[in-house]
């Protein structure tokens, strides 16, 4: 069965601090994407990477950054959290031209 | 700019009728559509796909249809059920691309009332 896990359901952080969310997926797909879902905004593409060490800005980069060692893992990098990166955000994972699957998602709040 | 569009934020239906959820896209480079559906505190799953090669596919009570002159698709529910009440998620695919991201909607809130 496919999978895409989210190291946390719930995160809170205090403003300024440096915040990682880790995506790891079971299905060897090359392409691995970060997206940030806000009420009345959809879904928005962060950062996606097609393969391992490669990496392209999405439509919201700015604030984040993303690293992907291995071919199974995608993190998502917080620099300094800000008070509006409070989300939900969403890792997805496909291979080629199909479906992306998704994690259950994080819902990161930022004090 | 926003390149896939839903135009309703919410949509209410009675259990057993039919849901019609619309979307609209603007850029003509995209070629393969999704839909997703997505509850409360957890990630989207997806639903049913459509390539540009058809205007229809089928999946149970599920059918996505296409009219790429329009730039236009719609899901279509029969019979709907309170279980269907979620949030709904259209995205495209530009399958000629270099990359492959989804674009997606800002989504549609259907309810199904029992």
């Known amino acids: 069965d496919v999978k895409v896990t989210q190291s946390s359901r719930y995160l809170v952080k205090r403003t300024g601090e440096k915040v990682f969310l880790e995506c790891v997926q079971d299905m060897d797909h090359e392409n691995m994407f970060w997206y940030r879902q806000d009420p009345g905004l959809g879904l928005r593409l962060i950062y996606f990477s097609y393969d391992v060490k490669m990496k392209e800005k999405g439509d919201i980069p700015e604030g984040y950054s993303v690293s992907r060692e291995k071919k199974e893992r995608f993190s998502l990098i917080l620099e300094s959290a800000s008070t509006n990166q409070t989300s939900m955000y969403l890792c997805?994972?496909?291979?080629?031209?199909?479906?992306?699957?998704f994690g259950q998602g994080t819902r990161l709040t930022v004090v | 700019d926003q390149q896939v569009k839903q135009n309703s934020p919410s949509l209410s239906v009675q259990e057993g009728r039919i849901s019609i959820l619309n979307c609209d896209y603007t850029n003509s480079m995209f070629d393969y559509f999704l839909w997703y559906k997505k509850y409360p505190a957890e990630g989207p799953t997806f639903l049913i796909s459509i390539s540009s090669i058809k205007d229809k596919n089928e999946d149970g009570r599920f059918t996505v249809f296409l009219n790429k002159s329009a730039k236009h698709l719609s899901l279509h529910i029969v019979p709907s059920q309170p279980g269907d009440s979620a949030v709904y998620f259209c995205?495209?695919?530009?399958?000629?691309?270099?990359?492959?991201?989804?674009?997606f909607g800002k989504g549609t809130l259907l309810t199904v009332n029992p």
């Open positions: 995205a495209a695919q530009n399958s000629g691309g270099s990359n492959y991201k989804l674009t």
């Open positions: 997805a994972s496909s291979k080629d031209y199909t479906e992306a699957f």
